[in-house]
């Protein structure tokens, strides 16, 4: 392909993927909605939040895989506690990160 | 007069806008460490820095742009490559939708504007925040344009440098992006219902990538997290009343 065709794709892409963004929020987001899908839109952010930070866990190089060799997963729990018991973002973020470059750090 | 009654005075819109780009900085590291990953897979692929960093800037979608470096080497005709792309994109109307409810205050163009930077990161910040109190419009903007912008100018350096940028991983940088949803996640469980919303999502997310779903898994096992809240929600007011 020559730049501009990879000029144009890059185009087409953002396109797409702009369409795909926008059109919930402008077809959802002008009018109020009939009550049972607006009470079940309120499920909605938990639910995808909760899908993510699975898939963010569970999926390494593009493949499920779980394996307790894995540093993350030990972090994790640690992480939790600290998510619940102080409520901030930093600092769950610190001690996580902390904990897996500290553990790399001893493995060598 | 009576400046009691008087409602408290608006901070400056910058103030809100710093506001907004402290919240995303925890999770940069992790933005900059996948976009520099892009730029070295996109020049390695003989793909033109300068284009490699256009595209970050018109697409803005890590995996996506990820899938396409290779696709493009191969000349794979761009109608797959965009069909590519609007699969991986698809968890982005879960997000979106999620938004939608507390974003009515926006204009139109607004609106559109915000559609263009949603991504991982901020959709966690945004959709944690929105139901509690109401966010400012500087500050919504100044998170996204700050992952925007660091995504667009790290891709740059991976272009340009060619190189990865040493192990990140040392630094614990691949846990930012889990550890931040797990802490904004805990945030967004306050009720019966969006804890099972939660819970069904992640079991239906395990249960999806097992069975292969790859790209759809995010948009269909939100999808049944969040039926499975709204059941739990309606059946047990049902019972009550």
Known sequence: MDQTGILL????????????????????????LPRPIEEALHFLPAAALAAITVQLLVVRDG?????????????????????????????????GMAIVAGSRLIAG | ?????????????WHDAGRGIVQILPVLPAYSAVAIAFGVLAVDNGIAPW????????????TAQLAAVPMIALGLPPAAILATAAVICARFL????????????????????????IASANFAIHVTQLPLRQVPTAELFAANLTGYVIWVAATAVGAVAGQRAGDLDRFGIDFAMPAMFVALLAGA???????????FGGIATIVLLAAGASH??????ASAGCAAGWSLHT???????
Request: proline share 5%; charged share 10%; net charge positive.
């Open chain 1, 9 to 32: 794709t890059a185009a087409g892409m953002g396109a797409v993927a702009l369409a795909i963004r926008a059109s919930p929020l402008l077809l959802l987001g002008g009018r109020k």
């Open chain 1, 63 to 95: 493949a499920l895989q779980v394996s307790i060799d894995d540093v993350t997963w030990w972090a994790l729990l640690p992480s939790v506690a600290v998510a619940i018991l102080t409520r901030s973002t930093f600092l769950t973020v610190a001690v």
């Open chain 2, 1 to 13: 007069m009576n400046e009691a009654a008087q409602p408290s005075p608006r901070a400056p819109w």
């Open chain 2, 51 to 62: 284009l490699a960093i256009v595209m970050s800037a018109l697409v803005f979608a890590g």
């Open chain 2, 94 to 117: 879960a997000m979106s939708a999620a938004l939608a409810p507390y974003l009515r205050h926006l204009t139109w163009w607004q609106r559109l504007f915000y559609s263009a930077h």
């Open chain 2, 189 to 199: 469980i306050r009720n019966r219902g969006q804890a099972a919303a939660a819970v």
């Open chain 2, 216 to 221: 759809w898994t995010i948009l269909l096992a």
């Open chain 2, 235 to 241: 059946w047990t007011k049902r019972g009550s009343s």
